[in-house]
């Protein structure tokens, strides 16, 4: 809990014991699903340590990227879902060990309405993620591949401090909505122009940021 204060010190002292009682803190490994699409949020988390990813998918398994969430953030999408009552419409997944304060989705109209410094986390929250998909959008209408593929290690390390991945290329690819095979090209032009390092299902990317 002193962690958790720490990290949330602007929220109220009676907030942060509400997240005391009613939160339960777990703690999940790389590659497993905190959120899942088409299923209704029963709780959202609260970061406190590591990075998810936030994306979308379609019928053939394709992902798109939308955002990565750290600590002191929580996922702007999900908490939509939350106060409207709807299915998730997105995918929340560790990239890494990460550790959250799972919320019960009940409270949320209760502290919107009792904690003005929650409403504005939750209201800056929006804000920062709607700039997040701005740029998402912009990247796939403006952007080369071989450009996205670039931007999206330069984001991952801005957001983590990360210089490496760990994955094969063609989870990669699927989260960059392409094909394995074009993925590896660009991999490999990369590291050519000495940008990247490749090893099997890992990437040192430290040349590029």
Known sequence: MDEITKLYHFLEKELLEEIRQSGVRKVFSHGEALIREGQFISSFPLVVRGLIRISRTNEE???????????NEVCAMSLTCC?????S????VAEEETEAIMLPVGLLDKWMYEYPAWR???MQTF???FRELIETIDSIAFLKLDERLVKYFIDRFQKSGNTTFSGTHQELALQ???SREVISRLLKKL???GKIELSRNFIDYSGLV
């Open 61 to 71: 398994g394709n992902e798109l990227l939308l955002y990565y969430l750290k600590e």
């Open 83 to 87: 106060m409207a009552h709807l299915k």
């Open 127 to 129: 804000q920062s993620r």
């Open 191 to 193: 590291e050519k122009d």
């Open 89 to 92: 419409n997105v995918m929340a």
């Open 176 to 178: 960059l909505n392409t």
């Open 120 to 122: 504005q986390f939750v």
